[in-house]
Structures are given as structure tokens and as C-alpha cells.
């Protein structure tokens, strides 16, 4: 529990006013932020996912591993209007995709 605890408040403490500005004008969560801190993703990666109505907990949970295909397909899917509820039926529906 101190540990939790310990890196809870170490990420607090590591966060600039800047940082809290920048994910509250993109609606992001605390949450959200340090996961794109953590992974040390590019602003513009952030920008392009949100552009096209992902979010960064949905980006972050790898939902093109579940449908067999790549990250890069299945971001171009979901820029193409896509939902991922409509890929991953549709992946299932083909047979060759999908759990």
C-alpha cells in the first residue's frame, strides 16, 4: 500500500501546471495522462488518436490484438469512420478474426 501510494504521489509531484492545463484542454484524465507520460508517446500520436474518436484507455487496452490485425490497420479502420464494435463483428463474421 505504501508503494501504490509512493508512486501515486511521486506522479503528482513530477506533473507541471503545464501538464495538468494541456490534458485538461484535451479532456483527458490524470489517468489517461500518465499512461501517455509512461509510455512516452508523442504529442502528435495523442492529437491523431483523439482526432479520430479514440481514446487513449481504449488505444492503451490494444483492441487490434483481439481482432488479429495490425495496430496500424485498425487505426486506419476506426480514421475510416469504423467503431470498434463494427471491426471486431466484423472480424468474427469473417471467421479468420476475432476470439
Do not use: H
Amino acid at each position: 500500500m505504501t508503494i501504490i501510494m509512493f508512486f501515486s504521489i511521486s506522479s503528482l509531484m513530477a506533473m507541471t501546471p503545464a501538464d495538468k492545463d494541456e490534458y485538461e484542454r484535451l479532456g483527458l484524465s490524470q489517468i489517461e495522462w500518465e499512461m501517455i507520460q509512461k509510455a512516452k508517446m508523442p504529442k502528435s500520436k495523442v492529437y491523431e488518436l483523439l482526432k479520430c474518436g479514440i481514446s487513449i484507455t481504449e488505444y492503451f487496452a490494444s483492441p487490434w490484438l483481439e481482432v488479429r490485425m495490425s495496430e496500424d490497420e485498425w487505426v486506419g479502420r476506426r480514421k475510416a469512420g469504423e467503431s470498434s464494435i463494427d471491426i471486431k463483428n466484423q472480424g468474427t463474421a469473417q471467421g479468420g478474426r476475432g476470439p
